[in-house]
């Protein structure tokens, strides 16, 4: 329920697991305290099962803003933690890509000075450009966010298909 989040998380550079669908809530807990990971969920029965198992944070249902103070509070959390270090899809940290597949990103796609990465577990290419800077606007605690944000979920702009490598 809180993939969204999942992905703003690794977007900040959290390591984020998301839990499947049909996964007993014991199961959750007891891999939460194995691998000494906070539970983040609005669950209340999956908090109670997890409580004195593992560390719990309940989000309560909201929206982006809502979740991100929250988790600001509960956590001492930094969203500009190492803002796009890791690949929002799998959680795997992003590798500089080989320059053969670096230079297949054309250079008017890239709004910001930086290096093009690549997710070695889906081959996703991502690179600084608008998508990585309206992020850091959001991101950042007392920035004031372009308009068209506000609503939206965030867009992933990383290439798939035929970039993919
Ligand atoms: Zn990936």
Same mark, same amino acid.
């Given at each position: ?11 900040a550079g959290y ?20 691998? *000494? $990971?906070?539970? +983040? ?6 908090? &109670?099962? @997890?409580?004195?198992? #593992? /560390? =719990? ?15 600001r509070?509960?956590l001492d959390l930094d969203w500009q933690h190492a803002p796009? *270090? $890791?690949?929002? +899809? ?6 500089? &890509?080989? @320059?053969?597949?670096? #230079? /297949? =990103? ?33 991101l950042?605690p ?10 939206? /979920? ?12």
């Amino acid at each position: 329920m809180l993939r969204w989040l999942g992905k703003w998380l690794r977007a900040a550079g959290y390591d984020t697991m998301t839990a499947e669908g049909g996964v007993p809530d014991r199961v959750v807990a007891a891999r939460c305290a194995i691998e *000494t $990971r906070i539970l +983040l969920t609005k669950d209340r029965h999956l908090a &109670a099962t @997890a409580k004195g198992v #593992a /560390r =719990v944070v309940l989000v309560a249902a909201g929206g982006i803003d809502e979740g991100a103070v929250v988790l600001r509070a509960a956590l001492d959390l930094d969203w500009q933690h190492a803002p796009f *270090t $890791r690949c929002i +899809l799998d959680n795997r940290p992003l590798e500089p &890509a080989p @320059a053969d597949l670096a #230079a /297949r =990103v054309p250079e008017r796609l890239r709004s910001a000075a930086g290096p093009v990465q690549r997710c070695a577990e889906c081959g996703r290419l991502d690179w600084p450009g608008g998508h990585v800077r309206r992020m850091q606007l959001r991101l950042a605690p007392s920035s004031p966010r372009p308009e068209e944000e506000r609503k939206g /979920r965030m867009q992933p702009g990383a290439v798939t298909g035929p970039l993919m490598g």
